[in-house]
Every structure is written in structure tokens, then in C-alpha cells.
């Protein structure tokens, strides 16, 4: 894990941190980050979830639209997505003399460190635990190519960029579940996780649409929804779907769920947006959602909807419509 990593270094002697403040760079909420001074390190980062449980600990979470500013060091906790380390790397780089990065190799450590060796020769780190950790004086190197590019158009004219989900155009899921959507639509609103805005902007095409409320979690994805989604119809929400209370409730809600924590497949999450709809929902409300087929979602859906039919799919994905959602003072009808 990379907290026993980063205590390893730091306990063994290999890697001394320096005075000043130090940042960490997208660290997950499950990292133990006690090897850090809690007192002069600061949290960059754009997903809500893990900012809420940093605050909530106490550490300091920075808003994602502030500049930061230089610091002694940079701790960099490597994403799945490749261009976006190199990016937090390129960063790092330029915010701190010193750069430590951690990661586990499903994620593409053991890449960057290849990569950072071929520039800069060898490196010190320590491996343990499925990872590696590894750290270089940024001054050795310029990483001035990685920086993060600006937001580019995809396919169908959306704008999307790195650290957001399927950034490289509308992924299949999405596509199936636009393509089901009635022609008519209640008038009051939902995305759920919206993303970068591909199935808001699909559903303010239908009739009957009044509002929606994109709310999405990643601050990278909701900077391109807010490009792709100029409709005064539309409003974004920077939240965690779990957590979200609206100021009213909808009338309908789309959905293409996450289900992942890092590479590992977690049910709990798309369970957990199903039991966030039907709160969200008005006692007549509906959901759209799509799913990947082996997710067991049909019993959550049973259980906080009165009627949930699958309307569609193939061989991966499949496509749910869910109407009048059961309140906890319900009892299911048997």
C-alpha cells in the first residue's frame, strides 16, 4: 500500500523530508498519509468524495481552482489514467524541488519510473506491496512536455480532457442508454454522475425537459460539462452523488454509474446511486440507467423501486427503467 511505502522510505532513512510545506497530489481517501506533517501539507485534488473525507480529517484541502503555490516537496499518488500522471507529475515538478511519486504497478508505476529513468538515470525507491515508490530532484529534468494539455473536442463536438471519464468520446454505455430515452421526458431532471456532459446534453434534446441537475464528482469532468452543456436549462453541481441533496426533487433521473475503485470492481457504488435516486426522486419519479452486464444491480433496483423492467442492452451493457421510488417508510409489496 502506499502508505507503507512512504513509511518505509522515511523510517528506513532513504528519504528525508525537507522543511516547508509539502503537497499530495490526488492521494485516495483509503491512503494513510500519517508519514506526511499533517501541519504543513496540503491536498491537491478534484474528486469530492476524497476531498470531503481528507476535511473531515482535518487535513487541508485547498479548492481545486486555486493556484497552489510552490512548496519544498510534492508527493505524487499515480491515477489509473497514464496522461494524467505524467501531468501531476509535470506539476509536481514545477511546484516542488522535490518529487516523490507512488503507485501501485495495475496503475502504471512501474512505466513512469522507466520513463523518469530514461531521463534522469537511476533513481532511488523502495517496492512493497504490489507498488513502488521512487523520488527525483525536479531540477534534474524538464517534464515541460507532460504538462496537462488543455481540454480538446472529440467526436460530436464535446470537449473532454484527461482524468475524466472516457475522455476520448462518448463511451458505448452512454451511447446505448441516450439511443433508449423516450422522446418525451418529465420536466424535472437528473445526470448522475454526469461526466463531461454527453447524456445531459442528450436529454435537454427531448421534449418535456425543464431543467437538469449535473452532478458529478470530478472537478476535471465538470469543467468540460460546463463547455458542452450551455442550455440555461442545465445546472452543475460539484458533489458526491451519495452525499447530494437537491433543492427539490426530480421528476426523472439518467445515470451511467461508476463502478470502480482504482482497477478493483466495487457493486457498492452503482448500488449505492440506485439507493441515491430513489431518494432524489418524486414518489412518481423515474430512473434510465445503464449498467455493465455482470454488476448485480437488479435486487438494489427490486428493492428502492416498484417497478423496474430492462429495457435493452447486449452482451456488456444493460439498460434499466425504474419507476415510483420506495421512501424508507415503505414496505415493498409482496
Same mark, same amino acid.
Given at each position: 500500500?502506499?502508505?507503507?511505502?512512504?513509511?518505509?522510505?522515511?523510517?528506513?532513512?532513504?528519504?528525508?523530508?525537507?522543511?516547508?510545506?509539502?503537497?499530495?497530489?490526488?492521494?485516495?481517501?483509503?491512503?494513510?498519509?500519517?508519514?506526511?506533517?499533517?501541519?504543513?501539507?496540503?491536498?491537491?485534488?478534484?474528486?469530492?468524495?476524497?476531498?470531503?473525507?481528507?476535511?473531515?480529517?482535518?487535513?487541508?484541502?485547498?479548492?481545486?481552482?486555486?493556484?497552489?503555490?510552490?512548496?519544498?516537496?510534492?508527493?505524487?499518488? +499515480?491515477?489509473?489514467?497514464?496522461?494524467?500522471?505524467?501531468?501531476?507529475?509535470?506539476?509536481?515538478?514545477?511546484?516542488?524541488?522535490?518529487?516523490?511519486?507512488?503507485?501501485?504497478?495495475?496503475?502504471?508505476?512501474?512505466?513512469?519510473?522507466r520513463e523518469m529513468?530514461?531521463? +534522469?538515470?537511476?533513481?532511488?525507491? +523502495?517496492?512493497?506491496?504490489?507498488?513502488?515508490?521512487?523520488?527525483?530532484?525536479?531540477?534534474?529534468?524538464?517534464?515541460?512536455?507532460?504538462?496537462?494539455?488543455?481540454?480538446?473536442?472529440?467526436?460530436?463536438?464535446?470537449?473532454?480532457?484527461?482524468?475524466?471519464?472516457?475522455?476520448?468520446?462518448?463511451?458505448?454505455?452512454?451511447?446505448?442508454?441516450?439511443?433508449?430515452?423516450?422522446k418525451k421526458m418529465?420536466?424535472?431532471?437528473?445526470?448522475?454522475?454526469?461526466?463531461?456532459?454527453?447524456?445531459?446534453?442528450?436529454?435537454?434534446?427531448?421534449?418535456? +425537459?425543464?431543467?437538469?441537475?449535473?452532478?458529478?464528482?470530478?472537478?476535471?469532468?465538470?469543467?468540460?460539462?460546463?463547455?458542452?452543456?450551455?442550455?440555461?436549462?442545465?445546472?452543475?453541481?460539484?458533489?458526491?452523488?451519495?452525499?447530494?441533496?437537491?433543492?427539490?426533487?426530480?421528476?426523472?433521473?439518467?445515470?451511467?454509474?461508476?463502478?470502480?475503485?482504482?482497477?478493483?470492481?466495487?457493486?457498492?457504488?452503482?448500488?449505492?446511486?440506485?439507493?441515491?435516486?430513489?431518494?432524489?426522486?418524486?414518489?412518481?419519479?423515474?430512473?434510465?440507467?445503464?449498467?455493465?452486464?455482470?454488476?448485480?444491480?437488479?435486487?438494489?433496483?427490486?428493492?428502492?423501486?416498484?417497478?423496474?423492467?430492462?429495457?435493452?442492452?447486449?452482451?456488456?451493457?444493460?439498460?434499466?427503467?425504474?419507476?415510483?421510488?420506495?421512501?424508507?417508510?415503505?414496505k415493498k409489496p409482496?
Amino acid at each position: 500500500m502506499a502508505d507503507a511505502r512512504l513509511t518505509t522510505a522515511i523510517e528506513s532513512g532513504a528519504l528525508v523530508l525537507p522543511e516547508g510545506t509539502i503537497l499530495a497530489l490526488r492521494p485516495a481517501a483509503d491512503v494513510d498519509l500519517s508519514a506526511l506533517p499533517k501541519d504543513r501539507t496540503l491536498i491537491l485534488h478534484g474528486f469530492r468524495p476524497d476531498i470531503d473525507a481528507w476535511e473531515a480529517q482535518g487535513w487541508s484541502v485547498p479548492a481545486p481552482e486555486a493556484a497552489p503555490e510552490p512548496a519544498s516537496a510534492a508527493v505524487v499518488f +499515480v491515477p489509473r489514467s497514464k496522461p494524467l500522471a505524467r501531468a501531476m507529475l509535470a506539476q509536481a515538478a514545477r511546484l516542488a524541488p522535490m518529487v516523490i511519486v507512488d503507485g501501485q504497478k495495475t496503475d502504471g508505476v512501474d512505466s513512469l519510473w522507466r520513463e523518469m529513468r530514461a531521463r +534522469v538515470g537511476d533513481l532511488p525507491c +523502495v517496492t512493497r506491496a504490489h507498488g513502488r515508490l521512487f523520488w527525483f530532484d525536479s531540477a534534474s529534468v524538464d517534464l515541460s512536455d507532460w504538462a496537462a494539455p488543455a481540454p480538446s473536442e472529440v467526436d460530436g463536438g464535446f470537449v473532454t480532457q484527461w482524468g475524466a471519464f472516457s475522455a476520448d468520446g462518448p463511451d458505448r454505455g452512454s451511447q446505448m442508454l441516450a439511443a433508449a430515452l423516450p422522446k418525451k421526458m418529465p420536466s424535472r431532471m437528473a445526470d448522475l454522475g454526469a461526466g463531461w456532459g454527453y447524456l445531459a446534453r442528450v436529454v435537454l434534446e427531448r421534449d418535456g +425537459v425543464k431543467s437538469i441537475d449535473l452532478i458529478e464528482a470530478e472537478t476535471l469532468a465538470l469543467e468540460c460539462a460546463r463547455r458542452n452543456v450551455t442550455d440555461p436549462r442545465a445546472a452543475f453541481h460539484w458533489a458526491d452523488v451519495t452525499r447530494f441533496k437537491p433543492g427539490h426533487l426530480y421528476d426523472g433521473i439518467v445515470s451511467n454509474p461508476p463502478f470502480h475503485v482504482g482497477r478493483a470492481a466495487d457493486p457498492a457504488l452503482g448500488r449505492a446511486f440506485i439507493l441515491a435516486a430513489a431518494r432524489m426522486l418524486a414518489p412518481s419519479g423515474q430512473l434510465w440507467m445503464v449498467a455493465n452486464r455482470h454488476l448485480p444491480y437488479e435486487a438494489a433496483l427490486r428493492d428502492s423501486f416498484r417497478s423496474v423492467e430492462e429495457v435493452g442492452g447486449d452482451g456488456t451493457f444493460k439498460l434499466f427503467h425504474a419507476i415510483r421510488p420506495l421512501k424508507p417508510t415503505d414496505k415493498k409489496p409482496r
